[in-house]
């Protein structure tokens, strides 16, 4: 399974302030609904920052990884694992054009194809808004999660992935960050859920971020 070919080779490889646009509540002048203003914070978003844990799961269990995501429009990325601890510290960063995997306990780097794929790509949240832009299959709803109000976005995700058919994501209508992201497999199941601990929209991100030369 594909699914838990990836947790294995994570845990294997593994794999707002100044210079920021802060996410902020709207005043009482503000009429726009809901999912107006969400959908404007997904067109404005061009980078951003957030700790997240992520978590795949597959028949046999799941795998649960805290993260530092930096991620652009553009598609480059750096995700950092923090946790659990024999894997802190692995890196994976998209500078564009080569995917590049850094294991200090291995002190080595791999530089793959520039090829992507989804078990990687699509638990940022630039992939997501890429496909929910991209497709005409879509759908929003107000739902909970923990407390609070919530938009929920949902779209496909295109390439017929077997473990990776459609995602949602929560975003909270008061602040309008994006706290949770969920990819489905065909039946329905979830498969890889992240959860955003902290967010922030629009940052300054140096192009040395995307790469480990």
């Known amino acids: 399974m594909k699914i838990l070919k990836l947790a294995c080779a994570l845990a294997a490889l593994i794999l707002v302030a100044a210079g920021c646009a802060a996410i902020s509540r709207p005043g ?3 009429t726009r609904s809901a999912y107006e203003r969400v959908h404007e914070m997904l067109l404005s978003l061009q980078t951003y920052r957030a700790v997240a844990t992520v978590e795949y799961i597959s028949n046999r269990g799941s795998n ?10 553009d598609g480059r990325y750096r995700i950092e694992v923090t946790g ?12 564009g054009q080569t995917i590049s995997q850094f294991n200090p306990r291995v002190s080595g ?11 990687r790509s699509e638990i940022f949240l630039t992939s997501f808004i890429r496909n929910y832009l991209g497709s005409k299959d879509v ?24 473990y990776m058919a459609s995602e ?20 329905g ?6 959860n955003f601990k902290s967010f922030e929209l629009n940052v300054d991100l140096e192009d040395s971020l995307f790469s480990l030369s």
Request: net charge negative.
């Open 64 to 73: 649960i990884y805290e993260t530092l995501q930096h991620a652009s429009n």
């Open 84 to 95: 659990p601890e024999n894997v802190a510290g692995n890196v994976t960063v998209f500078d």
């Open 168 to 187: 949602r994501l929560w975003v909270d209508n008061q602040t309008l960050a994006p706290v949770r992201l969920v990819i489905y497999d065909r039946d």
């Open 109 to 119: 780097r791999v530089a793959m194809s520039t090829r992507e794929n989804p078990e």
């Open 28 to 30: 009482p002048e503000d």
């Open 189 to 194: 199941a979830e498969r890889v859920i992240v």
């Open 139 to 162: 759908s929003i709803s107000v739902g909970s999660f923990g407390q609070g109000s919530f938009t929920v976005l949902e779209t496909v995700v295109p390439g017929n992935h077997p």
